[in-house]
């Protein structure tokens, strides 16, 4: 089943220690994203990939990190989490960038306390 | 910056009644514009998608949308709602490089619908 899977589904941390979303995908998908939600202001870009090793800053990349060494996996990394990060978050692939449609993944809801 | 704007944050129908859900974006140039609905606990799924081949266009689950350049709108419509239908609906644009070669999302429409 093609889909883009992400873990974990639901995190709870404190400020400041590191963590790691991970997102991958199954449709050898060149373009990957990643976008928090927040009530009344729909979905932000984070950060995008066009590509293996290839990543830029989306709308607001404050405070996370990405790579993407594998064209499957993209993985979201906030180094310093602070509470501002609490969100839902959700990767994102399309086949390339542009008017594609793109697939989600089922999100990953952060509380950082 | 280029946006989309979404009236209305809640809209509540009745069951068996029209569907209406609004977006408007800012661009003189005709983008690829999606509609996705996002269903409780779950990730977005694409509802329909347009890209220049029909101002009408048909999606999933009877929904449709019209393109209308003149008014910058992109109107989702259902012509009768279901309880299933209960949701949240995003529209989102594509437009090159006014929208800075990404999707740009409108902050969303929960739609409730009444039995």
């Known amino acids: 089943e093609a889909q883009v899977t992400q873990n974990p589904r639901y995190l709870i941390t404190v400020t400041g220690k590191k963590l790691t979303v991970t997102c991958s995908q199954n449709?050898?998908?060149?373009?990957m994203s990643w976008y928090r939600q927040d009530p009344g202001l729909g979905l932000r870009q984070i950060y995008y990939?066009?590509?293996?090793?290839?990543?830029d800053k989306g709308d607001v990349p404050e405070g996370y990190k990405v790579s993407r060494k594998e064209k499957r996996n993209f993985p979201l990394i906030l180094e310093s989490p602070s509470p501002n990060q609490t969100s839902l978050y959700f990767c994102?692939?399309?086949?390339?960038?542009?008017?594609?449609?793109?697939?989600f993944g089922p999100g990953t809801r952060l509380l950082v306390l | 910056a280029q946006s989309v704007t979404q009236l209305g944050s809640h809209v509540s129908v009745s069951e068996g009644a029209l569907v209406l859900l609004r977006c408007n974006y800012s661009?003189?140039?005709?983008?690829?514009l999606f509609w996705y609905v996002q269903y409780p606990n779950q990730g977005l799924q694409l509802l329909l998608k347009y890209t220049s081949a029909a101002t009408l266009v048909k999606g999933i689950n009877g929904f449709e949308a019209e393109f209308k350049k003149s008014e910058t709108s992109f109107h989702l419509t259902k012509p009768s709602a279901h309880m299933s239908d209960a949701a949240e609906y995003f529209c989102?644009?594509?437009?090159?490089?006014?929208?800075?070669?990404?999707?740009?999302f409108g902050a969303g429409t929960i739609l409730r619908v009444k039995s």
């Open positions: 661009s003189s140039v005709p983008p690829y």
């Open positions: 449709m050898n998908h060149e373009y």
């Open positions: 989102a644009v594509w437009g090159s490089r006014e929208y800075g070669n990404k999707l740009v």
């Open positions: 994102a692939s399309s086949r390339y960038r542009g008017g594609e449609t793109q697939y």
């Open positions: 990939s066009m590509n293996v090793e290839v990543t």
